[in-house]
């Protein structure tokens, strides 16, 4: 079974410049090469279906293949450790060539007549993962004292007083602009 991800370019690498769309959808990691990442980091299933769609076009020199990279992500929030699903969606612009120059590791290989777009596609996606996502915007998070969870009860804890502050509660301070009718 050949690999959506495997695309032939013989074909437009002789016609430059000439072009063509590439539309499908494939497992994100079939072949399970990423280690899962720990409990709390985001991350995407193996089987996620990851949407490419990108026009792979040819110039002297190699081919580009700009367009669309999604794909669906997991995650912990950072406040309330909710589990979070979300989608990444990455424009992409990158450069396939038949040989790397000193300095352009910022290219991909064509190798055989064919590029491979699954490096193109994990390198979006998992450079897009939220580093610490969120429910919902305005969750509140949980009790630091009990543990509560605020989007869902409230509760009485208050913070303990440090007794190295507790004068400033005494404090009063007048306001500047009360009482001031001087002219």
């Known amino acids: 079974m050949s690999s959506p991800y495997l ?27 990423f280690a899962p990442r720990g409990p ?9 279906l990851v949407h490419v769609k990108v026009r792979i076009e040819s110039f002297s020199g190699g081919l580009r293949a700009k367009g669309r990279v999604e794909a669906p992500w997991h995650g912990v929030c950072r406040r309330c450790s909710a589990p979070v699903l979300g ?58 004292y ?12 208050r913070a303990p007083i440090d007794p190295r502050w507790a004068t400033l509660d005494g404090l009063q301070f007048a306001d500047p602009d009360a009482g001031s009718n001087e002219g």
């Open 7 to 33: 695309v032939p370019v013989a074909q437009i690498l002789r016609d430059v410049p000439s072009s063509y769309e590439v539309d499908f959808e494939a497992p994100f990691d079939e072949s399970h090469e």
């Open 40 to 48: 709390v980091e985001t991350d995407v299933f193996p089987e996620a």
């Open 87 to 144: 989608m990444s969606s990455v424009h992409v612009n990158e450069r396939f060539v038949d040989e790397r120059l000193p300095g352009d590791e910022e290219s991909y290989l064509i190798e055989h007549s064919f590029v491979d777009l699954t490096q193109m596609a994990h390198d979006a996606i998992l450079l897009d993962l939220p580093l610490a996502p969120l429910c919902r915007n305005d969750c509140q998070g949980l009790c630091a």
């Open 146 to 157: 009990c543990g509560t969870d605020l989007n869902d009860a409230t509760c009485e804890c």
